[in-house]
Structure formats: C-alpha cells, structure tokens
C-alpha cells in the first residue's frame, strides 16, 4: 500500500443501540462517531483529530426513520442527505430542508451523509482544513493546538466558521434537536446546540449524541439560498435560509439563519419587529440590512468576508421576496438553481 | 528485517464484489478504494485527490454511486460493490463503455471508471435522463480533459441504445 | 485535398478501450510487489539557509531502506540547458514552502512516514518574497546568487516603428491586467515507479511523464548513469497539460531511492503534493498600449509583461519569451515594442501550461481591443476583420504563417451564435462577447537542439502481414497514437484496426521530443506519413515484380496494390509484404520530419520562441448571464471555431477544442492558486475550484480546415489554440452584460461585485460632479 495520507490505525465499534453508542462514548471521550464519514474520513487523514476509535453508529436502524404526524416531522439523526432531498413529505412540508440537502457537497457525499452528520460538521478555516504537514509548516492555531488564531491573531477565541447547509434550514424552522446521553434524552431548539466558538460549537455534553430532529409544520414557507463559487462540492461562502408565515398578506411568522459566516449557524435577531407587515421593498430592505448587520465572517476563507457578507444580505433579500412573490415556489426554485 | 508486528483490528469482511462472493482479512481503518486497489487487485477505480474531491473512486454500493474513499471497508459488509471491471460481461462492453468509448467520453482516462460508475447509477434509477439529470448525477465526478461535452454525449447515447 | 474517407466520421482512440474498462494502467497501478515506499520531507520555511539536516535517526530506524539528501544529488538539472539552478532535493538553501529537502524509502508507507518525522531540518530564514514587485525591490535578497534583482531574465523586443505607429494612430488607450496563477490540476496525481537492478546496473523508470525522452536525459545526469542503462517507460498517463513536460524532482529522487535501496519504490504524490509540484502558468501582469486607427487598424502595440516565475528557473525563459512572440502572428501588427520580467519568488516554481506564455498576454490583447471598438463604434467581429492576415507571410519577428483560417473562424462563430441579431438586444445581465487566439503547432526549434530530425516514427511489417508504428510520442490523453495509427493505414490504403501503434518505451521506440507544444501532429504525423510512405514504396516495388510491370503503375488503395487502370490485376496486401520479405526479412522502415531553417525565426535573441510550420487559429463566442445581486457568472453557451488546417481525426479535434475552451473558463471563471505567506492556500480540489458539469455549458465546436501546406494531409494543432480567447470573451460578455469592464482574472463574484460597486461609486461622483458644473 503506497498510497499517501492513510487513515490513522484505529478500531471501529459498532453499536446496534443508542444506549450501546452513549455508553461508548462515556467510556472513552475521545472515541468520534461515526455517520456517513464524509467530513470525518476526511479530516482523519488530514490527522485534524486522532481518536483511538470509531462509533459508527450507522447500525442503529431507529436513526433512520422518518415519521411524520399532522404538526411534526421526525427524521432520525441518520437520516441520508440525499433521502431528504427526494423525500415529497420534505419537500412539501419543508422546503428548506429539501434544498438544503439538495445543496450539500455532491451526490455521491448525499448518499453517505446524514442529516445529524451535517449538524455536527465540523467548522471549517484555510488554516485548518490543511493536511498535517501543512499545519505544522505555517504554524498551528487555536483549533489544531497553537496559541493564536491566525484569522483574528488579537481575539482570545477560534473563528472557524460553521459551513453546514442543514442547520440553518432546520434553525429558520424552529426545529428542536433530541440528544441521547448518559442521563437519558433531552431535546433543545436547533439554535442552541451551537456556540459561537470554532472549537467547541457544538453544545452536546460529554457521551451525548444527536439521535433524532423534529420540525414543526407551522411555518408553511420556506426556502434555502447558497452562495458558492460552484454548483457542487463547495461549502457555503454564505447560506440564507428563510422560513416565514402570512396571515392575509401580513408576515405573522418570520425566521431568518445564517450559514458559513460564523462559528455556527446564526439565527438572525429582530425578525419580529416585521411582523404585521406586508413582504414590501421596506421589509426586504430591513430583512437585508438585519443580516449584514449581525453576521460576523471572518477570513477563514479565500473569499473576501465583506463580500460573504454582502452576499448573505443580497441572498436573505432575495429570498424572502420569493416567499412573499405569489408564486413563490417557482420563484424560488430559479433562485436555488443560480445562487 | 524488520518486523512491524501483526497489524490490529483486523476483521473477516465479507462482500459481493462484482458479483462474486468474497472473504477478506481488512483492518478497520481501511478505505474501500484501498481495498478494491490494494486487496482486491482491482486498479480501476482511481484515486485524484487526498479524500472527497474528485469522484474518480466511485463505485456502486448496492447500486448505488458512491466515492470509495468516503467509506471503510467494514462498513461494506454484506453489500454489494461493483467497479469498472465488473461492468463488461459476456464479450461484450457494457452500453457505458461502448459509448464513452465511440463518442470520445474518454480522453486521457483517469476519471472515466469513477465517471461511467455515476453514470451507470443514475440510469439504473432513471433510464432515460435529460441532460439537466445528467449533469447533476456527474457532479461529484471532476473531469479536466472534455469539459463534459462528450461525456454528456456518451451517457445520453448509452440511455438511448438501452431503449 | 486530403480525404481520408475511413476516418471523416472521426475514429475512437485505439487505447479507448482500455480506459473504459478499468484496464488501462495508470502509474499507480503498475505492478508494485515487492517495491519500496518512497516519501520526501518538504521543507517548513520559505527561503533559509539549511543549517543543519541530520537524518541519521531515520536511517537507524527497522524497516527503513534507504535516505537521501540533496547532497546525494551533485548535479542540477532543468528542462532548459542554459539554466539548470535545481535539485533534485535542495542543496544548501530552501526557496520555497514545500520545496524537497530529504527522501526515504522504505518498507511500508507507515515506516516511511515515521522516518520522515525523525529527520532534523534547521532553516536559518531569509526574507521571502512571494509578490514579483517585492522581490525585484532594490533592497531585496538574492534568491539565487547569480541574479541581481531576483531577475531570471528580462526580454526587450522592439520591431517596426513604435513612435510612427502611436502617432499615427487615432486612439490609443492603456490597461494594466492582472492574471491570477493557475495549475493544470490534471486528475491523475503525480507518481512513479522506479526498479534498479543492482546485478546489471540498469534503471527501469516509469512515470508520468509527457516527454520520456527528458526524463530519461535528466535521469542519467543527475543519477550521473550513463544513458544505455535506463530504460524510461510511460505507462496511461492521466492528463498532463504540460505540468509534466518538465523533468519533476520525484521521479528523479525516485530513481535515485531505487538505486540506494537496490530495489523498486514506488512514490505517490498527495494532490497537495501534485499542486506544490507546481510548473503551471504564472500570476501575471500585463501593462499593454495600442493604437488604433479610426478605421480599426491597429497601428501600434506596446506590451510590459512582468510574470512571478517562482523559485526556480524551469521554463521560465521561454514562458517570458513567448508571452511576447506571440503577441505577433494572430493580426497584422506594423509595430511592437515588448518588455517582458521573469522574476524569482518564494513560490512553487511555474512552468509550461497549455498555451503556454501566450494565455495572459492575448487575453490583455483582446480585451483592450475590444474596449477600444466599442469606444471607436466598431463591432468587435469588424475590427478583427480589419486586422486580418494574408497566408503565406512573415510577421514582423520572423514567425513564418503559411496557412491563416481566422476570417472563416469568424464567419463561423458570428453566424452560429446570431450575433447580428443578438448581440445588445440582450435583457440586461445577459451579454455576448468574443474573441481570437492562435497558438503554434510544435517549437520549430526544439530546446535540445542537436540536428536531428524533429521527429523519428519507425514502421515494421512482418510475415504476418501486420504493421506496427513505434514512436516515442507520450499519449496523454489527446489520442496521438490514434493520429500515428491513422496517418499511416492512411498512407498504406489499410483499415486502421490494421496498424498497432507502440510509443514511448525507449527499449522499443525511436526517441522523441514528447508531448509539448502542441508538436506531435504535424511533426509525428508528418513523420509517420514519411515512414508509411517508404514502406508503401518497398511493397509497391515487391508488388510490381509480382504483378511484372512499372512500379509507377502500381497503385496502393483498399489493402491492395493493383495496376493502374485494372483493379483486377492486383494482389493483397499480405501477399505484397510477403513478396517484400523475400530476401529482405522483416522491413523496418524509418520516416522523419525536420523542420526547414527558414522556419526556426528571427535571428534575434529568443527569435526562435515561437517559431512553427504552421498556427492554428481561432475565435469563440461567449455568452453569459451575470447575478448583480451576488456577483455570480453564468456561462450559458460557448461557440467556437477552430482552423486546425485539417482534421486527421475530426472526433478527436472536437475534444480537443472542447477541453481547451473549457479550461480556459476554468481560469477566466474560478481557477487560482493562493499562497498564505507562501503555504499553498489552493492545494486541494475543493480550494482549486475547476468546473464541475453543472458549471460548464454547451459548446458549439467547429472545424475550419485552411489545408496548411506542410501539414501532414494539411493539418496543424487543434487542443491550445482555443484557450486563449475564452478569458477575453467572457470578459467581453460580462461588459455587455453589466457594463462594467473587469481587469483582472479570475472573474470571481467577489470581484466582479468589487467592479460594480466601484462603478456606481463612479456613476455617483459623475453625477455630483456634472451636477456641480
């Protein structure tokens, strides 16, 4: 075998039940999980972590269910990217998700990826998704242990940026996330499973993992946007997902997320202050103006951040016009396939 | 010489390969593009970029498209895999090859297998795709000598001959 | 007029099948039981001296068969004899992030990797420079000691009276253009395969090479080996587009490892590994004046190219000597003045890519064309046409144009693409644009100059009737076995199933300048045509005593040779071979091509960059859709003319002219290679962007077919000359489009979102100011 950057040595465990997979992890904490590899595999060989084991929990068969009841949707942690983007429940119930899976890398990694493996992506820096040697040539940085972000060398904390697609969907949403720990299951709203922090963004407790996701039906719109320089393989210089409610032509429900412009998904403050109001220019403006207010890329990628910033107002603006236009689907669709 | 020591976590993996049956000692840590190149002997199915990249390891995994250096072979346990050199059968070229091969899909090669293995995915599932489907079933398969056109021209000749 | 009645269709490459079936071996493929892992260590630091490197450690370590150094390695090597300054692995001095410092082999790739990371490098560092404009600074560092001002060479060019021509001129306008650097990104990475016989003292190399013939040449130089124990093999070699035309420091340390450890290593390069290897088209700028007359004929040109070569000098020479040469040969030009600056940087050195040398300069050409007929009201396809050639000429530094199909190109494209009817009448955000480019059908004068032949191609027929063409023409993948195949069942009136072709296998095949310069067709081909001939001649007379008449009545058509008139009188041609063998044996027979002096250009230093039998030319239509909201192009459709003289095999020309314009995309749209002080930013095919299949658009191709008169059957190059003229067209479109004019590549949204705001920026201070008036 010649080929260069194998993986590391390590074992895989293969447990065939939530409880089994918790008690793995609070064994061993620095034992990774396992889903569809896609991200992980990748970042092993990079030697970005060095587990001593594997979870894979892709034998759990309870992960990958989808159910759906009048006013929820519950799709199983490992639930396939690509199964959510064909599923028509998804798609008619949650529009976003749907093209957020769809946007996600290409359609081979869609067929491994899971939905819960895209939550838990990990954040991404051209400081650090670097293979080791590299890292160890320019120095490393807070998150591949050195001292100093090199994105923002001042600051105390690592800026690598949450570039998951799913997330952002399932936060406009209002989508509630079911973790699995050593204290049994608990659930928290999909914004709050991140940090602002490009080390640690995920808040799971030691042993947790994300088993299942639930969306509520009740916001009836929605939709994703991506900005990337191709129409496959990228990651999101920007992402903009929009969920929102009319009641006559009035917004009565509005949530706007954000992907790839901080160290994880950002649902975007003071949408309510438009509710009551018509999807007219002056709340296309303000729904622009909030995004590029509150949304903090840094240079963590080669693309410049005040255009990842711009873009990401231009795409909220955009997309909550389509929602608002009459024929909002197919609007909508147009818009998804150039951005 | 030296002697590295036996080399741990290796299991018995069992999978249909090209229709065919097999048993084989592999470490967990293995990628199934290793496996295929490096236990199997199987060197059709290419390696372009340092994982995820490129799309010139796809395979099908029970029937379906995926890159081979995104999973571990363990994880193949049961399943079927078919490469490149399992697609010709009886003396004859498969309706892919056939194609990419008189109307120029291949030119320098590398990328082909991984090419014709997504290709052949999506007809399995939709036999008869436009060009639009088409271009969205190669996505994940980088080509750097035709620009698509002709590869775009074989899978749609190889449809049509199956129709 | 040539027909090739069997081929018009086009013919499937001969090695096609192979590829699809997964057979064809590629060098990573090759049989590697039994070899040794070769690994190198890459150095941490820009530019420093090595102050200490102790690999004692590594040595030590169970399992480990062999270390180098680079003072392992006494000779340097470069593809170009007058500037050979590198290492195999670096001696003394590192130059760039990545550069190779020290190799192993050893049992397992674990093993290797182990004893990389017990090898003890200390740098004293030196200030690195990764800008062009930083290092030609008057306080910089030497990078190389022997060049002042980090100056790998400058080239001053004047031809026709400059002044006169500005003077003459009714407008005259200047640009500065930045081109980004780029990167072949072939998929296949970089690899070789290398087997040292310790009993014989013979080397079996094989690799990816595009001209086995260098590297076997650099192989017994710094393996200082005499050049009859190498034999040099090119195995399926998965693209090339010129990053392996050069001799590359793996496959030598390769070699090298095999003959330490007495054995085989293989050595596979990461894809980071294959981009640091680098040797692609260099950032460059472009400082460029013309002067046009009211009537749109150019009357002047005056071009500074400064390009940022890397740390080393490769072909950096010829790249600053083509960007200016090939200014000329595309118009008609009455005077050029070119100042072109090679620089030293500490970066991964750049070398020959696709185009070489002529990409960025006539992609600051046509640009600045075009702006000026839109300033003068002259439609972009008129003003071409106003500069048009007339074959056979000579430009004004020497390049000899002998076959000139551009207006038919243009014909073609304004007609396929309605651009009457449709260009300006577009919605906004949509735009058409155009643009021509040329490129050379092989160097006339190779850079090993040595008086023989441009090509060797030898042809055997034997007893059993079959014909075998052996040539050391690497295939990479453009089907130059296919076009060998052809010309010579083509010569012999035989079916080409009929003809097996072996190329470069040096035990086997002629020597051969490689696959560079788009040389192989018309060289090769000629070549094989003369071989083909010669063996045509022999049967014809074996077949005339047979058929006891007039060799001279003999005719050679359909796998017979039969009297002129009477097709009935005739014999087989097996049975003509078999006539032929009788007291001869097996016939080998040998056809060359040389190029004339006359062709070989001007007398002035550098004259011959450039200088070919015959340009092939062409003109393409762009047509985009640009988001103002996010900056994004959309490419819609592509047509594009190509005179490649005359097709030999038309469904290989298409492909041909397929991947270049689309490679050009690539670089105008998304590609460029990024350096975090000096740490490739780019390495990896998701920061190296090229299109995917959802990004790339139709393209219309069509053939123009001038007949070139030393062509072999009148053809010349068809997989460069597209390239060039992508950029400018898409640049053109993007005008039309949105109005605003782009001076830098790669057309990014985020520079082109930068170009928008920057003009309503500009459009508000007109407006303040016209208002203040």
Not at chain 3, 124 to 137: G, K, V
Not at chain 3, 568 to 588: C, H, M, N, P, S
Request: proline residues 5%.
């Amino acid at each position: 075998m010649t080929a260069p950057l194998p993986l590391p040595r390590l074992r895989l465990i293969r447990p065939t039940t939530v409880e089994a997979a918790v008690a793995a992890r609070v064994e061993c904490p620095q034992h990774e999980v396992l889903a569809g590899g896609t991200d992980l595999l990748v970042n092993l060989r990079r030697g970005l972590l060095a587990p001593p084991a594997l979870i894979d929990i892709t034998g759990i068969a309870e992960l990958d269910e989808v159910r759906t009841t009048a006013d929820r949707t519950r799709i199983g942690a490992l639930v396939r990217l690509d199964r959510l983007a064909e599923d028509p429940a998804i798609a008619s119930r949650h529009a976003a998700l749907r093209e957020a899976a769809v946007a996600v890398a290409a359609p081979g990694h869609r067929r491994l990826a899971t939905v819960g493996g895209n939550l838990c992506l990990q954040t991404r820096c051209i400081y650090v998704n670097q293979s080791a040697w590299w890292r160890a040539a320019h120095g490393a940085c807070l998150k591949s242990g050195g001292e100093v972000c090199h994105v923002a060398p001042e600051g105390a904390r690592c800026h690598a940026a949450f570039s998951g697609d799913v997330a952002p969907a399932l936060i406009a949403l209002d989508a509630e996330i079911e973790i699995a720990g050593p204290a049994g299951r608990r659930r928290v709203a999909c914004a709050d499973l991140y940090h602002e922090e490009g080390r640690a963004h995920l808040r799971l407790d030691s042993g947790e993992i994300v088993t299942a996701i639930e969306v509520p039906t009740s916001i009836a719109h929605s939709g994703y946007l991506k900005e990337r320089i191709r129409r496959s393989f990228d990651f999101p210089l920007a992402g903009v997902a929009i969920a929102c409610r009319t009641e006559g032509a009035e917004l009565s429900a509005l949530r706007i997320a954000v992907t790839g412009t901080n160290s994880r998904p950002l649902l975007i403050e003071g949408t309510d202050a438009l509710l009551g109001r018509r999807i007219d220019e002056s709340v296309l403006a303000a729904a622009e103006k909030l995004v590029a207010r509150q949304v903090r890329p840094m240079r963590t990628t080669l693309f410049p951040a005040n255009h990842r910033r711009s873009v990401a107002a231009a795409l909220a603006r955009r997309l909550l016009g389509a929602l608002g236009a009459p024929d909002a689907a197919a609007g909508r669709g147009h818009a998804g396939g150039t951005a | 010489m030296f002697d590295p020591g036996p080399i741990p976590g290796k299991r018995l993996l069992r999978i249909r390969l090209n229709g065919r049956w097999r048993e084989d000692a592999v470490a967990d840590d293995q990628l199934l593009v290793d496996y295929l190149r490096d236990t199997a002997g199987l060197t059709g199915t290419k390696t372009g970029c340092d994982g995820g990249e490129c799309g010139a390891c796809t395979v099908l995994v029970d029937d379906e498209p995926i890159p081979s250096c995104l999973t571990l072979a363990a994880r193949c346990e049961g399943r079927s895999v078919e490469t490149i050199e399992g697609l010709a059968a009886g003396g004859r070229l498969h309706r892919l090859q056939q194609a990419f091969h008189e109307k120029l899909g291949a030119q320098c090669g590398f990328c082909t297998p991984g090419m014709i293995m997504a290709a052949e995915g999506l007809l399995r599932r939709q036999p008869d795709p436009s060009e639009a489907e088409i271009r969205a079933a190669l996505a994940g398969n980088l080509c750097r000598c035709t620009g698509y056109v002709k590869i775009v021209e074989s899978v749609r000749a190889a449809a049509a001959a199956d129709a | 007029m040539p027909t090739l009645a069997g081929t018009r269709d086009g013919v499937p490459l001969i090695d096609g099948i192979d590829k699809v079936t997964g057979r064809a071996r590629y060098t990573a493929d090759l049989d590697h039981r039994g070899a040794f892992v070769g690994r190198m260590l890459r150095s941490p630091c820009s530019h420093g001296q090595i102050t200490r490197l102790d690999v004692e450690r590594a040595r030590q370590l169970p399992g480990v068969v062999a270390v180098l150094t680079g003072e392992d390695f006494r000779v340097p090597y470069g593809v170009l004899p007058i500037a050979m300054n590198e290492y195999p692995l670096a001696r003394g001095k590192v130059r760039y992030r990545g550069e190779p410092v020290a190799a192993v082999a050893a049992i397992d790739a674990e093993t290797a990797e182990r004893a990389l990371s017990l090898i003890e490098l200390d740098v004293r560092e030196l200030p690195a420079y990764y800008e062009a404009a930083e290092a030609r600074a008057a306080d910089a560092v030497r990078i190389h000691d022997d060049k002042p001002g980090n100056l790998e060479r400058e080239v001053h060019h004047t031809f026709g009276d400059v002044a006169a021509g500005f003077a003459a001129a009714d407008l005259v306008r200047e640009e500065l253009i930045d081109c980004a650097e780029i990167n072949h990104a072939q998929i296949e990475p970089h690899a070789a395969l290398a087997e040292f016989d310790p009993f014989t003292n013979r080397l079996t190399m094989q690799s990816v090479s595009q001209v086995t013939f260098y590297l076997h040449l650099m192989l017994a130089r710094c393996l200082e080996m005499d050049e009859s124990r190498i034999r040099v093999i090119k195995p399926f070699v998965g693209g090339g587009f010129g990053a392996r035309v050069e001799v590359l420091n793996f496959e030598l340390v390769t070699a090298m490892l095999a003959r330490a450890a007495g054995g085989k290593v293989a050595m596979e390069l990461s894809r980071e590994e294959t981009f640091i290897t680098h040797r692609a088209r260099p950032q460059t700028r472009i400082r460029l004046k013309l002067g046009l007359g009211r009537d749109g004929r150019l009357r002047a040109c005056e071009c500074e190219v400064v390009q940022r070569g890397g740390a080393y000098a490769g072909y950096g020479v010829i790249t600053i000597l083509y960007a200016g040469s090939l200014l000329h040969g595309l118009y008609d030009l009455p005077a050029v003045k070119y100042d072109g600056y090679r620089v030293y940087t500490n970066t991964p050195p750049c070398g020959a890519m696709r185009g070489h040398g002529s990409v960025d300069t006539r992609h600051a050409f046509e640009v600045l064309l075009d702006r000026m007929a839109r300033e003068l009201g002259l439609d972009p396809f008129e003003v071409r046409r106003r500069n048009l050639l007339h074959a056979p000429t000579r430009t004004l530094n020497e390049l000899a144009i002998m076959s000139y199909g551009l207006a038919e190109c243009l014909d073609r494209v304004e007609s396929a693409s309605g651009w009457k009817a449709r260009r300006g009448r577009l919605p906004h955000g949509k735009g058409l644009g155009m643009a021509c480019s040329h490129y050379v059908s092989g160097a006339a004068k190779p850079i090993h100059w040595t008086g023989e032949p441009h090509a060797v191609v030898n042809v055997k027929v034997d007893w059993d009737g079959s014909v075998t063409a052996f040539t050391g023409a690497a295939d990479i993948g453009q089907g130059s076995s296919t076009m060998v195949a052809i010309a010579v069942a083509e010569t012999l009136g035989l079916p080409i199933e009929q003809v097996r072709v072996i190329a470069a296998d040096s035990a086997t095949t002629p020597k051969d300048n490689g696959a560079y310069s788009s040389r192989i067709t018309f060289m090769v081909g000629n070549a094989a045509i003369d071989a083909a001939r010669r063996l045509r001649g022999m049967l014809t007379e074996a077949a005339a005593r047979r058929l006891d008449c007039d060799p001279a009545d003999v005719e050679c058509a359909g796998g017979r040779f039969h009297v002129t008139g009477a097709t009935d009188r005739g014999i087989t041609f097996e049975e003509a071979v078999k006539a032929a063998l009788v007291d001869q044996g097996t016939l080998t027979v040998k056809g060359t091509f040389t190029c004339p002096p006359e062709a070989q250009g001007g007398k002035h230093r550098g004259g011959a960059v450039g200088s070919t039998m015959g340009f092939s030319y062409a003109a393409q239509v762009v047509e985009v859709s640009v988001d103002e909201d996010t900056g994004q192009v959309t490419v819609d459709r592509v047509w594009v003319a190509l005179d490649c003289g005359f097709a030999i095999n038309p469904l290989a020309v298409r492909g041909q002219i397929e991947g270049a314009v689309w490679m050009g995309m690539g670089q105008a749209l998304m590609e460029e290679t990024r350096y975090l002080n000096g740490m490739p930013a780019h390495a990896s095919f998701l920061e190296y962007r090229m299109p995917t299949s959802l990004d790339s658009p139709p393209i219309d191709a069509q053939i123009v077919e001038s007949i070139d008169p030393n062509g072999p059957f009148g053809a010349k190059e068809a997989s460069e000359g597209a390239l060039a003229s992508f950029a400018p067209a898409l640049v053109a479109a993007i005008a039309d489009a949105v109005g605003v004019d782009l001076d830098e590549l790669p057309a990014t949204p985020d520079r082109i979102l930068d170009a928008l705001v920057a003009r309503r920026r500009r459009q508000r201070l007109d407006a303040v100011a016209g208002g203040g008036r």
